[in-house]
Structure formats: structure tokens, C-alpha cells
């Protein structure tokens, strides 16, 4: 039975590293044989990683698993259950307003566009 990994952190930390990498979800998932979703999840702790898989990303990003498994300082402010804070820019609150009007059958589609340009626009700045 596969013992799964759920801890404060660890989401944040998932993400830090693989865009270290310079991979994308895709890539990840691709590369350790799961959906892109499930690296989505994972990167927003909103789905625990079983040890066999967490096993692979440490291969996959170079990093022992104590690294991934360890709470440091400010890795719990990039959590994805702490509160957005307010857009301020009219684009960008009409962009958040139709994403969040959009139907659900294509929630999955615009969020892998979303974290696409995000994790670009990362690592332009």
C-alpha cells in the first residue's frame, strides 16, 4: 500500500522546484506517467503525492526528499488556501470574472492556459 504525502508546504515546494527545472506541469506529468491536473494539484496541495511518485520527482528535480518534506520559513505563504489578494486592474478582474463564468467543462482547459502563462511570465522577471 502506497503511503501518501499531504503536508503543509509541500505544494509550494513542488512547484519552487519545478520551476527551477524550467519544466512545465505537462512535462512533469509526461515525464512520471500522470495527468498534467495531477501536478496542478499537487503544486496547490489540493491532492496528496503517493511515496512512489514523490520518489520520482525527487529524481526528476534533483532534490532529496527531505527537501520537499522539510516547512521552512514563507513556504506556507505560497499556498494556494490563502486568500487571493484583490486584482486592482480592470483587465485583469474582467479576465478573472470570465474564467470564473466559464462553463465547467472547460475549467481544466483555461487553468493549464493560466499556469502556462504564469509559469512563463515567471521566468521572464
Known amino acids: 500500500?502506497?503511503?501518501?504525502?499531504?503536508?503543509?508546504?509541500?505544494g509550494g515546494r513542488l512547484?519552487?522546484?519545478?520551476?527551477?527545472?524550467?519544466?512545465?506541469?505537462?512535462?512533469?506529468a509526461n515525464k512520471i506517467g500522470i495527468s498534467w491536473m495531477t501536478v496542478h494539484r499537487w503544486e496547490r496541495s489540493q491532492r496528496a503525492v503517493p511515496d512512489h511518485l514523490l520518489d520520482k520527482v525527487c529524481e526528476l528535480y534533483d532534490k532529496?526528499?527531505?527537501?520537499?518534506?522539510?516547512?521552512?520559513?514563507?513556504?506556507?505563504?505560497?499556498?494556494?488556501s490563502v486568500s487571493p489578494k484583490p486584482i486592482g486592474s480592470p483587465?485583469?478582474?474582467?479576465?478573472?470574472?470570465?474564467?470564473?463564468e466559464a462553463p465547467a467543462k472547460q475549467q481544466a482547459m483555461i487553468e493549464k492556459v493560466v499556469e502556462d502563462l504564469l509559469d512563463g511570465l515567471s521566468q521572464v522577471t
Open 15 to 28: 512547484r519552487r522546484a519545478r520551476n527551477a527545472t524550467g519544466l512545465s506541469q505537462e512535462a512533469v
Open 91 to 100: 483587465a485583469a478582474e474582467r479576465i478573472g470574472r470570465k474564467i470564473a
Open 1 to 10: 500500500m502506497d503511503m501518501k504525502y499531504s503536508i503543509p508546504g509541500l
Open 64 to 80: 532529496p526528499i527531505r527537501w520537499f518534506l522539510t516547512l521552512e520559513d514563507g513556504d506556507l505563504g505560497q499556498e494556494s
